[in-house]
């Protein structure tokens, strides 16, 4: 079960990978940067994982 899933803002560039491999869990928000979607509890932890990982600055850190 995760607990939390951090972006750290100073870290991301909005390249927009997280959101490609899982649009349930990130989008670009209008500041350019990744944020969460309000419902990404909803998706397979797999998914989560496979988006957080896509991301090649590794700004996205999940807490278990």
């Not at 500041?31 to 990404?40: C, I, P, S």
Request: with cysteine; hydrophobic share 40%.
């Amino acid at each position: 079960m995760i607990k939390s899933i951090k972006i750290d803002l100073e870290k991301c560039v909005g390249c927009g990978a997280c959101a490609a491999i899982a649009p349930d869990v990130f989008e670009i928000a209008q500041n350019g940067q990744a944020k969460l979607k309000k419902n990404w509890r909803n998706t397979s932890l797999e998914v989560i994982k496979q988006g957080a990982e896509s991301c090649p600055m590794e700004a996205i850190k999940i807490e278990k």
